[in-house]
């Protein structure tokens, strides 16, 4: 689900976005603010340290684990949908072969 977190978009699992408000009990909001960017979806596309500004180590790693587990998300999606459609053709793959052995040596369709 997409959350606002340093002034951005961040699509967060309800997991990390519990641990996120956890973490907020010992770092300030505000140190998520411009450290990091995002896509329409809320997807990380980079992390940032800002050499003008202190910002605790465990915000950064919060941020590339989140960044990895989105990636790791997306790739599940694929792996899936692959999946899916791979079934979907071997079904299909199954009918025309059984029509064609069906045909070929007089069986019924």
């Known amino acids: 689900m997409i959350r606002a977190i340093g002034n951005k978009r961040l699509d967060l699992s309800d997991d990390e976005f519990e641990y996120f408000k956890s973490l907020i009990e010992h770092v300030d909001k505000k140190e998520f603010v411009g450290i990091f960017q995002t896509d329409k979806n809320g997807i990380i596309t980079n992390v940032m340290p800002s050499p003008e500004k202190q910002t605790s180590l465990v915000v950064y790693f919060f941020l590339m684990n989140v960044c990895f587990n989105q990636r790791l998300r997306k790739l599940d999606l694929f792996i899936k949908d692959r999946e899916f459609?791979?079934?979907?053709?071997?079904?299909?793959?199954?009918?025309?072969l059984t029509k064609l052995e069906n045909k070929t040596f007089g069986g019924k369709e």
């Open 85 to 96: 459609k791979y079934q979907s053709e071997i079904k299909s793959l199954e009918e025309r």
